[in-house]
């Protein structure tokens, strides 16, 4: 059992209002996300439903083959359904506030007939809501899990209702190799609100290759292409990747 940190979201609001002189909104002080603890998961099931903890719930999931033995794998995200990480929240933002937290997990399938084995649980790259001005990364619409060509793909998606007028679609490949799941691909794409421009990247960590694109949102064709060619380094795992929201894919 992993416990996780309360959210830092009140305590940056009072941080500002001490630094900058200011008073704090009532309602900001009254947002106090909960501690989670995160379960641990069966070793092996027969199917997606039997890796579910008592009060968690599938979210999402995807088939196909990712250890190349010819049998169709599993990965899913489970949500934890607590209704006490539903907050309310008389300021900015979603209200009520929802602060369940995800799992991101892979299973192996053991031969055509048999159960599943779970080889990854990742916490952090779909991280846990903390600011209720930014959408869902994970919800309805949003995100979602895929398996193509052997790879594991995660998108994401970061828009914040206040506070900020930038907004991108983040999307992670990840390929069992050398005994784990690492880092072998990663696209987004940026669009300013308010001036339409466009920032897209995109690398092959295989090539280790790396394409910036700049333009506009009235055009399909970008107004500037750059490449790179990013230094030698290990191939990252998934658990090194972090927070999916705030990965720097040129570290």
């Known amino acids: ?19 900058c002189g200011g008073s704090t909104p009532a309602a900001a002080q009254e947002l106090v996300i909960r501690d989670v603890t995160y379960p641990d998961l069966p070793r092996q099931a027969a199917s997606a439903d039997g890796f579910v903890p008592r009060g968690w719930v599938v979210e999402g999931e995807a088939s196909g083959d990712l250890n190349r033995d010819g049998v169709a794998d599993l990965a899913i995200v489970l949500r934890q359904n607590d209704p006490n990480n539903v907050i309310e929240n008389l300021g900015l933002g979603e209200n009520p506030f929802n602060t369940n937290p995800r799992i991101l997990a892979v299973a192996f399938r053991n031969g055509p007939s048999g159960d599943y084995v779970l080889k990854v649980v990742n916490h952090t790259l779909i991280r846990r809501r903390e600011d209720p001005v930014q959408v869902d990364p994970f919800g309805e619409g949003n995100g979602g899990i895929a398996i193509r060509r052997g790879s594991l793909e995660v998108s994401l998606h970061h828009f914040m209702s206040a506070g900020g007028w930038g907004m991108f679609r983040a999307t992670y490949k990840v390929r069992y190799q050398n005994g784990r799941f690492e880092l072998i691909g990663y696209d987004r794409s940026a669009v300013h609100r308010t001036t339409g421009e466009t920032k897209d990247v995109s690398v092959n960590y295989l090539t280790r290759r790396m394409q910036h694109s700049t333009g506009h949102i009235s055009s399909d064709t970008p107004t500037k292409v750059t490449w790179r060619t990013l230094p030698l380094r290990a191939p990252l795992a998934l658990d090194a990747v972090g927070d999916g929201l705030n990965f720097d894919p040129e570290r």
């Not at 059992?1 to 630094?19: V, W």
């Open 1 to 19: 059992m992993r416990p996780q940190r309360r959210g830092a979201f009140s305590t940056a609001l009072l941080l500002c209002s001490a630094l």
